[in-house]
Nanobody, 122 residues
Framework: QVQLVESGGGLVQAGGSLRLSCAAS????????MDWFRQAPGKEREFVAA????????YDADSVKDRFTISRDNAKNTVYLQMNSLKPEDTAVYYC???????????????WGQGTQVTVSS
């Protein structure tokens, strides 16, 4: 079992940056792959980025490649999403997720946070 709590969302102008954090409870955080997904109003939840349990492998959606960076600190039980060069189309609720393997399909993932709102104004 793992509980996830996101933070760091907010309102930012286009071209700005935000860093999201996801704090995980439980002693086995380092054995979980971690993901970020997002969901805009009226749209399906979509994959943003993922990182392996060790942090050695990362995966990014094409829409955020070269702008967003996922990282983790296993000593702090935390995963991060650094978001640069934000665009209005990045506006969404961002969710942290965890599972034993890296998945890019939301329905396959077992653990979810409550989400944090990111709004990018033009």
């Amino acid at each position: 079992q793992v509980q996830l709590v996101e933070s760091g969302g907010g309102l930012v102008q286009a071209g700005g940056s935000l860093r999201l954090s996801c704090a995980a409870s439980g002693r086995t955080f380092s054995s979980y792959a971690m993901d970020w997904f997002r969901q805009a109003p009226g749209k399906e939840r979509e994959f943003v980025a993922a990182i392996s349990w060790s942090g050695g492998d990362t995966y990014d959606a094409d829409s955020v490649k070269d702008r967003f960076t996922i990282s983790r600190d296993n000593a702090k039980n935390t995963v991060y999403l650094q978001m640069n060069s934000l665009k209005p189309e990045d506006t969404a609720v961002y969710y942290c997720a965890a599972d034993r393997r890296v998945f890019t399909i939301a329905s396959m993932i077992g653990y979810w946070g409550q989400g944090t709102q990111v709004t990018v104004s033009s």
